[in-house]
C-alpha cells in the first residue's frame, strides 16, 4: 500500500522541486548555447576547408565558454522582458476584445475572442521563429567576430526581422520535416536535427557575410 503524504509536506516540498526545476531549466539552457557554440564552428570549418573535426563540436565548452556565458545571460534577460510585453499586449487585447463583446453580444465577443486567440498564437510562433534565429545569428557574431552580446543581439535582430519572410518559409519547412521525421519511430529526427542546427549557420552566412567579414 503506497504511503499517504501529508497536505503540509507536500507544500513543503513543491518549492524547492520549483526551484530545481528552475536550475535545471538554466542548466540546460546554457548547455544548449555551449552545443550550438561548437555546431557553428564546426559549420564553420566544414564551410571553409571542407573538413571539420569532433573536436570543434565542443569548442563551446572551453574555447569560447566565456563569450557564450555572457551571451546567455543577456538573451536571458531579453527574453525575461519579452515575456512580461507578452503578458502586457495580450492582456490589453484581452481587455479591448471584451470590451467590443459588451459592445456587440456575447456571441460576438466569443467569435472575436477565438480569432485574437488564434491571431496572437500565429504571430508569437512567427516572432518566436525570427527570435530563435536572431539568437543563433547573435552566437555566430560573438563567437566570430568578438562582437559584444548587446551589439551582436542589435545587429542579428536587425538582420532576421529585414530577412523575416526568408526565415518563416524556412521554419515553416522545417516544422513539416521534424513532423515527418516522426512518423518512422523519430529516426528521421538523426537527420532533420543536425541538419536544422547547421542551417543556422546558413542563415547567418547569408545574412551578414556581405557586410561582415568572416
Known amino acids: 500500500m503506497a504511503a499517504l503524504v501529508p497536505p503540509a509536506l507536500l507544500a513543503e516540498q513543491q518549492p524547492a522541486y520549483q526551484v530545481l526545476q528552475f536550475i535545471a531549466t538554466l542548466v540546460l539552457g546554457l548547455f544548449f548555447m555551449f552545443l550550438m557554440a561548437g ?61 467590443v463583446g459588451q459592445m456587440f453580444g456575447l456571441q460576438e465577443f466569443g467569435v472575436g475572442l477565438a480569432l485574437l486567440v488564434v491571431a496572437a498564437y500565429l504571430l508569437l510562433m512567427a516572432v518566436s521563429w525570427v527570435l530563435t534565429s536572431a539568437m543563433t545569428v547573435a552566437m555566430a ?10 551589439a551582436a543581439i542589435k545587429l542579428a535582430l536587425r538582420g532576421c526581422f ?53
Open 39 to 99: 555546431v557553428l564552428n564546426a559549420a564553420k570549418r566544414a564551410d571553409l576547408t571542407q573538413n571539420m573535426k569532433f573536436s570543434d563540436f565542443f569548442t563551446g565548452f572551453h574555447r569560447d565558454a566565456k563569450p557564450v556565458v555572457k551571451l546567455s545571460v543577456v538573451l536571458a534577460v531579453v527574453y525575461v522582458v519579452f515575456v512580461i510585453f507578452l503578458v502586457v499586449a495580450m492582456s490589453l487585447l484581452a481587455g479591448s476584445a471584451y470590451l
Open 141 to 150: 557574431l560573438v563567437i566570430f567576430h568578438r562582437y559584444k552580446s548587446f
Open 162 to 214: 529585414k530577412n523575416m519572410a526568408a526565415i518563416l518559409i524556412y521554419n515553416i519547412v522545417m516544422t513539416f520535416l521534424m513532423y515527418l521525421s516522426m512518423i518512422p519511430l523519430g529516426l528521421g529526427l538523426l537527420v532533420t536535427v543536425p541538419m536544422m542546427l547547421i542551417a543556422q549557420y546558413v542563415i547567418y552566412k547569408q545574412i551578414f557575410t556581405k557586410t561582415v567579414a568572416v
